[in-house]
């Protein structure tokens, strides 16, 4: 009776065994299939977990490390010039304080927006849409998100005038909070996508409220945690495309394969197959 007890033992512990490399197979194969079946990732203020966000620096290792779009943020400086930064203020990022709104280029270009991510970065600089642009264009995606539009009348024109500059804008993506201001943009500029960023009450979205948007925007965004399949398919049904993001969830691979998703927004621009956590946003 021992002896089978203990052929016993070792047969359910050979048992878990099995069971817990067939179930990392599982998980490795589900994640490339990710990347397989083609879901774009998408440098969130370039690939931050690296660089300064939102600087040439994050914009640069993004492009390096193969993102198939740079995310960033504008707001509108004191002299009117589009200028790339995530916060209404440059207190978090910055060796300055104050609003965006009150401050000029030339104050603007004065801050160190570098050297609170590390030594290494000391002196890198805020950049304006025009110089990323500039540097960026017709290298890969451009997803231009404009933060608190209702701050800065008549900031949708602005970036019209500046992207007219350019012949093709079909790997151009303009998103926002503001349904709005993103509804207003379509109309300005037709021809580039629209996408519009949704919050935790989306999961209170009516098919309704979907086609309202699919109308306009190529994109309907969410936070990986207030969307579901359903919503997803929703948007799909409608021709519409979904981008997600997360500041908490480690599940973002699993969810956005399981979800049937286009591209994922993270601080990193290509995730490691083995290890899902590192798509995490700060």
């Not at 914009?59 to 390096?64: A, I, P, Q, S, T």
């Not at 608190?148 to 009348?153: E, F, I, Q, R």
């Not at 602005?158 to 709005?180: A, G, H, P, W």
């Not at 629209?194 to 999961?203: C, D, E, G, H, Y």
Request: glycine share 8%.
């Amino acid at each position: 009776m021992g002896e089978w007890r203990t052929k016993g033992y070792w047969l359910w512990i050979g048992l878990v065994g099995t069971c817990l490399v067939l179930l990392v197979g599982f998980n490795g194969q589900r994640l490339q299939q990710v990347e397989l079946n083609g879901i774009m990732s998408i440098a969130h203020r370039g690939a931050s977990s690296y660089a300064p966000e939102n600087t040439r620096s994050a914009f640069r290792k993004g492009l390096d490390l193969g993102a198939d779009f740079l995310e960033c943020d504008v707001h509108l400086s004191k002299d009117g010039v589009l200028i790339i930064i995530h916060d209404e203020t440059v207190d978090r990022t910055t060796d300055g304080k104050g609003f965006i709104k009150d401050m000029t280029l030339e104050e603007l270009k004065r801050l160190d927006a570098g050297r609170k991510f590390g030594d290494a970065f000391e002196g890198e600089k805020i950049i304006t849409l025009d110089e990323f642009l500039d540097e960026f264009y017709g290298k890969i995606g451009l997803i231009i998100e404009i933060k608190k539009p209702k701050l800065y009348p008549g900031i949708e024109e602005q970036v019209v005038t500046l992207l007219e500059k350019y012949d093709d804008l079909s790997n151009i993506i303009i998103q926002s909070f503001d349904v709005e201001s993103m509804r207003k943009m379509h109309v300005l500029l037709p021809d580039v996508q629209i996408a519009v960023l949704m919050k935790p009450s989306a999961l209170l979205l009516s098919t309704k409220r979907i086609e309202d948007l699919t109308s306009f925007a190529t994109y309907i965004n969410f936070n990986i945690s207030y969307t579901n399949k359903w919503l997803v398919d929703q948007v799909h049904k409608y021709d519409g495309k979904v981008l997600v993001w997360s500041k908490k969830d480690h599940l973002l691979i699993a969810k956005a394969y399981q979800y049937g998703v286009d591209g994922i927004i993270t601080d990193f621009s290509k995730w490691p197959a083995n290890d899902p956590n590192l798509l995490v946003q700060e």
